[in-house]
């Protein structure tokens, strides 16, 4: 055959080729618009499906693109089905693809839900990581949905964190790009803030939120579940029931893991709140095995505390402490030091940042118009007053810091000495429950310590630990009872942290060890114009019995013991003229000394920011 007809027929082949390879493309970019349809139906295997024939397509094309958008999707329908470590694979291969292709968009959209699967593991060091390069593909401003999503995944690190400022104004900077309402960046911005505000403990702003996280998607299931823990919060325990056992029999039906496991914890925290232990621990039990094989390190550990809980509530002790050494762990494991670290370092340099702008404009500002010098320098000497306001308060904190501090080795000591003591009567019962109770009240203190004020009701339920160790140490040699004036609302009021147990710590050792026959301690709580009024009272020996008791140095602590309260609740006060705590004694008709009361005056005053 002569050349020339060779190459006609090559020609002709080839333009036959031509509609077959379009059409094939076509297909393939069918099926990846298919599988994006089944996860959003939230079919996770059907989507697989649908991806992996485009995957085999993308092959038989040789076309990278189309290759790497088919990994994506077959990494969120893996993800979707709650298998963790092999979405990560799948997503990290497909971001590497769209890095070679120079696909920015895509890499950026890819590396912002690897980050969202690393924070579903509670791996906070890798989510962080990769949601910040996705923010740096993002900064030409040309992908504003992905941009949106980034930031909200940013935020929620932050929340996580419990750096709720910072996340806010991740939120912030989402909101200011405008999503559309009731389009997914839309949803998931006000999902995310709800969240935040629920976290916060500004329950009806939460609500608020979710409401709006659900326009274009009423029947959304993690929303539903959100709004379910916004009434645990509140103690509704039937409403919160009926979110929970809606989601999670709609997901058992579609094999929806993440969301039975989050809706079983909940499930579990109420039957725990109704004392049906059975069913309690069948619910934390199955959030557990979901959620550990999957690497889900975050729903993990909460399932681990739910479980020692609920062992607690059962009188098992020592499985109690078990899945709580567990829990303690996987809390040190999910948040390292030196991630924290970092975090903070970007934080500081994103601040530098932000300042660094805000200096040029002014100096600009400075250059170009008189006016504008007098206004900043004016600006310059109210923020210098404000400062040196702050700087006096933020002392304040430290100093009550520092003595909270100083009073905590006093307390440990009698704990550990305790302990000692129930080993060496070889009473291990008693010391396993007593470590059990110790390890719960230290974890308590350090989560409050960096704290100047808590709520009243997070104070009572530290003080309670410690008061039902020392029934347990003294072979329940006093009841203690709490209450409340009507209408005063523990959850609403703000102390000092661990205030209250050095004062019922005295009552107890001086007071009614020395007595004979049952003990009562009575704490007793009122309000009168602003001033949070509580009453200590005891029925024991009375001060002049008790100091007859005490040695030198035992004197020397107590006293040393009460200057410190009294130089806390000073200082908490500020400028209170009343005296923070009066000493008195009890007595009956006959002028006889039948007790001890203490009265402390505490101002109260707003949460801290």
Same mark, same amino acid.
């Given at each position: 055959m002569p050349r020339s007809a060779w190459l006609l027929l090559i020609c002709c082949a080839c333009c036959l080729s031509l509609p077959a390879r379009s059409q094939t493309v076509e297909q393939c970019r069918r099926a990846i618009g298919e599988g994006n349809n089944f996860l959003w139906k939230f079919l996770p295997l059907d989507?697989?499906?649908?991806?992996?024939?485009?995957?085999?397509?993308?092959? &038989?094309?040789? !076309?990278?693109?189309?290759?790497?958008?088919?990994?994506?999707?077959?990494?969120? &329908?893996?993800?979707?089905?709650?298998?963790?470590?092999?979405?990560?694979? #799948? $997503?990290?291969?497909?971001?590497?693809?769209?890095?070679?292709?120079?696909? +920015?968009? !895509?890499?950026?959209?890819?590396l912002r839900i690897l980050s969202n699967i690393y924070d579903d593991q509670g791996d906070y060091e890798n989510a962080f990581k990769t949601v910040s390069e996705a923010l740096k593909l993002f900064e030409d401003g040309k992908n504003n949905m992905n941009h949106i999503l980034s930031l909200?995944?940013?935020?929620? %690190?932050?929340?996580?964190?419990? @750096?709720?400022? =910072?996340?806010?104004?991740?939120?912030?900077?989402?909101?200011?790009?405008?999503?559309?309402?009731? /389009?997914?960046?839309?949803?998931e911005l006000y999902h995310r803030i709800g969240e935040l505000y629920a976290a916060m403990g500004k329950i009806d702003e939460a609500r608020a939120a979710y409401g709006r996280s659900r326009i274009g998607n009423k029947g959304s299931k993690v929303v539903r579940m959100r709004l379910?823990?916004?009434?645990?919060?509140?103690?509704?325990? !039937?409403?919160?029931?009926?979110?929970? @056992?809606?989601?999670?029999?709609?997901?058992?039906?579609? #094999? !929806?893991?993440?969301?039975?496991?989050?809706?079983?914890?909940?499930l579990g925290k109420i039957y725990l709140a109704r004392k049906d232990l059975p069913h309690a621990l069948?619910? &934390?039990? =199955?959030?557990?095995?979901?959620? *550990?094989?999957?690497?889900?390190?975050?729903?993990?550990?909460?399932?681990?505390?739910?479980?020692?809980?609920?062992? /607690?509530?059962?009188?098992?002790?020592?499985?109690?402490?078990?899945?709580?050494?567990?829990?303690?762990?996987?809390?040190?494991? $999910?948040v390292s030091e030196t991630f924290k670290r970092k975090l903070f370092s970007f934080r500081q340099e994103a601040e530098a940042g932000r300042l660094k702008a805000q200096r040029n404009i002014l100096v600009a500002c400075i250059a170009g118009v008189l006016i504008a010098c007098i206004f900043v320098f004016s600006i310059i000497h109210l923020r210098?007053?404000?400062?040196?306001?702050?700087?006096?308060?933020?002392?304040?904190?430290?100093?009550?810091?520092?003595?909270?501090?100083?009073?905590?080795?006093?307390?440990?000591?009698?704990? %550990?000495?305790s302990i000692n003591h129930f080993i060496l009567n070889e009473e291990n019962n008693r010391a396993s429950q007593?470590?059990?109770?110790?390890?719960?009240?230290?974890?308590?203190?350090? $989560?409050?310590?960096?704290?100047?004020?808590? =709520?009243?009701?997070?104070?009572?339920?530290?003080?309670?630990?410690?008061?039902?160790?020392?029934? %347990?140490?003294?072979?329940? &040699?006093?009841?203690?009872?709490?209450?409340?004036?009507?209408? %005063?609302?523990?959850?609403?009021?703000? $102390?000092?942290?661990?205030?209250?147990q050095p004062f019922c710590e005295n009552?107890?050792?001086?007071?009614?060890?020395?007595? @004979?026959?049952?003990?009562?301690?009575?704490?007793?709580? *009122?309000?009168?114009?602003?001033?949070?009024?509580?009453?200590?009272?005891?029925?024991?020996?009375?001060?002049? +019995?008790?100091?007859?008791?005490?040695?030198?140095?035992?004197?020397?602590?107590?006293?040393?013991?009460?200057r410190l309260s009294a130089e806390r609740l000073s200082l908490f006060n500020g400028d209170l003229t009343d005296t923070s705590f009066v000493t008195e004694d009890i007595k009956n008709e006959k002028g006889e000394i039948t007790g001890t009361m203490v009265i402390l005056k505490i101002h109260n005053k707003p949460a801290d920011d």
């Open positions: 989507a697989w499906a649908s991806y992996h024939e485009a995957m085999d397509m993308a092959l &038989a094309l040789d !076309d990278e693109y189309l290759f790497a958008q088919a990994l994506l999707g077959i990494g969120q &329908a893996v993800w979707y089905n709650g298998k963790f470590y092999a979405a990560v694979d #799948t $997503v990290k291969l497909s971001v590497k693809h769209f890095r070679r292709v120079g696909a +920015r968009g !895509d890499e950026g959209s890819a909200v995944q940013m935020g929620s %690190l932050y929340r996580n964190m419990g @750096d709720f400022e =910072t996340a806010m104004a991740y939120y912030r900077r989402a909101e200011s790009l405008k999503p559309y309402k009731g /389009e997914y960046p839309y949803r379910g823990d916004t009434y645990l919060q509140e103690k509704k325990y !039937d409403i919160a029931f009926r979110y929970y @056992d809606s989601v999670y029999r709609e997901s058992t039906l579609l #094999t !929806d893991i993440n969301i039975i496991i989050g809706s079983t914890l909940g069948e619910m &934390a039990q =199955t959030s557990l095995d979901h959620s *550990s094989p999957r690497g889900a390190r975050q729903s993990k550990r909460a399932a681990l505390k739910l479980l020692s809980e609920i062992y /607690e509530a059962g009188g098992n002790d020592r499985q109690a402490l078990e899945y709580y050494k567990q829990y303690e762990a996987l809390t040190d494991s $999910v210098h007053k404000n400062e040196k306001l702050h700087l006096k308060q933020r002392a304040a904190e430290l100093e009550m810091k520092a003595l909270r501090a100083q009073m905590n080795p006093h307390f440990i000591f009698n704990c %550990l000495s007593y470590l059990t109770r110790f390890s719960k009240l230290i974890r308590t203190v350090l $989560v409050n310590a960096g704290k100047t004020t808590i =709520t009243l009701e997070e104070e009572l339920a530290m003080l309670r630990l410690y008061l039902n160790m020392e029934q %347990l140490r003294f072979r329940e &040699a006093f009841d203690y009872t709490i209450e409340f004036d009507p209408g %005063l609302h523990p959850s609403m009021i703000f $102390v000092p942290s661990f205030i209250l009552a107890i050792w001086h007071g009614l060890l020395h007595k @004979d026959g049952k003990g009562k301690l009575g704490i007793h709580f *009122s309000m009168k114009n602003d001033i949070l009024i509580c009453k200590i009272s005891d029925n024991g020996i009375g001060r002049e +019995r008790a100091a007859a008791f005490r040695s030198g140095a035992v004197e020397k602590g107590a006293s040393f013991g009460n």
